[in-house]
């Protein structure tokens, strides 16, 4: 009985696993539907509002482990560095054939360095990361690159005509924007985490914060511009406020991360 409780976080760890492989599994037609390239975006999507919960689990039934972090990460690996990438790619296959074909070595590249990166984050992370910074993220965790990759390839896939304009820059956003959120993931920059802090007020507004975002989550399937449009607010909004303040307090930052370490 001991040993049982660990089943629960593990058990959302498992849906994250295979949610991520599914994923890749109906973006490349293994499974017929009639838009792979959404059900391949939408299981990520429930991989991001899973995520946090097998680590919740595991803080309330007192069931964290070794085994837990190291199968953690494997499953972040598949779901947000793996089948994002692959949403990508096929998306491009799919629905621009001749641009993907004349750019294959340009997307070859983009899909290595943005799975390579998230590999090499969540290593990183295991390694070094979780016991020196308990209040930032070293580079941008998987999981969000992984979301902003997903939500923007449905936003621009639903502009009618943009996959089909080959001629024009912009087809070029997804691919670049793959392999500069791969680059993020081991960038030197710090991001803060969500998570209780003093200010009574600041703890309320990121509850309503985070219900918001899982409300719009769920919505995300219904692949409403507006659901979209504001899910990529969101993120990014997160994303570059946070950043800009990691970087203000960069030096803090390491400082205390050097006293954790003593």
């Given at each position: ?6 089943i ?11 949610l ?8 490349t ?49 598949i ?18 054939p ?25 290593a990183?992370y ?10 930032h ?126």
């Amino acid at each position: 009985m001991g040993k049982a409780r660990f089943i629960l976080p593990n058990i959302f760890t498992s849906l994250n696993f295979l949610l991520g492989a599914f994923s890749i599994c109906w973006t490349t037609g293994a499974f017929s539907t009639s838009d792979p390239i959404l059900m391949g975006t939408y299981f990520v999507i429930l991989c991001v509002l899973l995520d946090k919960l097998d680590g919740f689990a595991a803080r309330l039934v007192n069931a964290s482990s070794e085994f837990g972090a190291q199968f953690d990460s494997l499953a972040d690996l598949i779901a947000f560095g793996l089948a994002p990438a692959f949403c990508i790619i096929f998306a491009y296959k799919n629905l621009a054939p001749s641009f993907f074909e004349a750019n294959t070595a340009l997307m070859a590249v983009a899909f290595a360095v943005y799975v390579l990166c998230a590999a090499m984050r969540l290593a990183k992370y295991n390694a070094c990361d979780s016991d020196c910074y308990h209040h930032h993220f070293s580079g941008v965790p998987t999981t969000f690159v992984g979301a902003i990759n997903v939500i923007l390839l449905v936003f621009l896939k639903n502009r009618e005509g943009f996959f089909a304009d080959t001629a024009s820059a912009t087809i070029y956003i997804p691919v670049v924007v793959l392999f500069i959120t791969g680059l993020l993931m081991v960038s030197p920059l710090f991001l803060p985490k969500l998570q209780p802090r003093k200010n009574k007020a600041f703890n309320i507004f990121q509850a309503v914060l985070i219900v918001i975002t899982y409300v719009a989550g769920f919505m995300f399937i219904t692949e409403k511009p507006i659901v979209l449009a504001f899910l990529l607010l969101l993120v990014g909004c997160y994303m570059s406020i946070g950043l800009a303040v990691g970087l203000i307090q960069r030096k803090n930052i390491i400082e205390e991360a050097k006293g954790s370490k003593n």
